[in-house]
């Protein structure tokens, strides 16, 4: 029985640890690290213009608060456009043609002496 039960685990380890076939490349975790709360999150590709988006976020996200992001069959292609929108601010931060296939998580940073919001990519 105890062998049993070890070969159990390590079949439930193996299948834990194998990768996700169904899980889209594009999907993203986006990570808040600015030190401001963002009330827009928005995602489009570059031939849809940029008037075209939908905010990703069902609340505001706060600093170092994360959300997870997942694109449908009905998105195409891995380069996306992102737009950030902060909640106390009426500026908007736009990074284009992003490639969203080649990483998991963004970090959107802000940097306080150059008044640049920065992403980086994991």
Request: glycine share 4%.
């Amino acid at each position: 029985m105890k062998y049993f039960l070890s070969a159990l685990i390590a079949v439930g380890l193996s299948i834990a640890a194998a990768p996700s076939y169904a899980t889209d490349a594009r999907n993203v975790t986006v990570v808040n690290e600015t030190g401001y709360a963002i009330k827009f999150l928005g995602f489009n590709a570059p031939d849809d213009g940029m008037d075209e988006w939908d905010n990703e976020l069902d609340k505001v996200l706060q600093n170092q608060a994360s959300t997870y992001v997942e694109f449908d069959d009905d998105d195409e292609g891995c380069v996306w456009n992102v737009r950030v929108d902060w909640q106390n601010y009426d500026e908007t931060v736009l990074w284009k043609n992003v490639n969203l296939c080649k990483f998991t998580a963004l970090r959107l940073r802000y940097d306080s002496g150059t008044k640049t919001t920065s992403f980086v990519a994991e």
